[in-house]
Nanobody, 116 residues
Framework: VQLVESGGGLVQAGGSLRLSCVAS????????MDWYRQAPGKQRELVAT????????NYADAVKGRFTISRDNAKNTMYLQMNRVKPEDTAVYYC??????????WGQGTQVTVSS
């Protein structure tokens, strides 16, 4: 499975951004999809996760009520709608997939920078 993220960029605090992750290759085996992020000098952290059917959604406490994860299996695409962003949301955002064989796949990341 290959993953390509897009949609990152510079946004002012309080604004919105929509990230996309397009999967290709053995997409039939994709199970859970997630968004992670890594800020400078910090460990990579889980932001949101979504199950194979679009259910089993969970969010990190830091983004609950502001971010929305979704997926369109027909397009092999996952999204992260980011609303009311804060400077602390600044990070590289990574798409992650766990397939039915328990293999992990990562995208190359997309930079999100929130200015105050």
């Amino acid at each position: 499975v290959q993953l390509v993220e897009s949609g990152g960029g510079l946004v002012q605090a309080g604004g919105s951004l929509r990230l996309s992750c397009v999967a290709s290759g053995s997409t039939f085996s994709i199970n859970t999809m997630d968004w992670y992020r890594q800020a400078p000098g910090k460990q990579r952290e889980l932001v949101a996760t979504i199950g194979s059917g679009g259910g089993r959604i969970n969010y990190a406490d830091a983004v609950k009520g502001r971010f929305t994860i979704s997926r369109d299996n027909a397009k092999n695409t996952m999204y992260l709608q980011m609303n009311r962003v804060k400077p602390e949301d600044t990070a590289v955002y990574y798409c992650h997939v766990l397939d039915n064989y328990r293999f992990n796949f990562w995208g190359q990341g997309t930079q999100v920078t929130v200015s105050s």
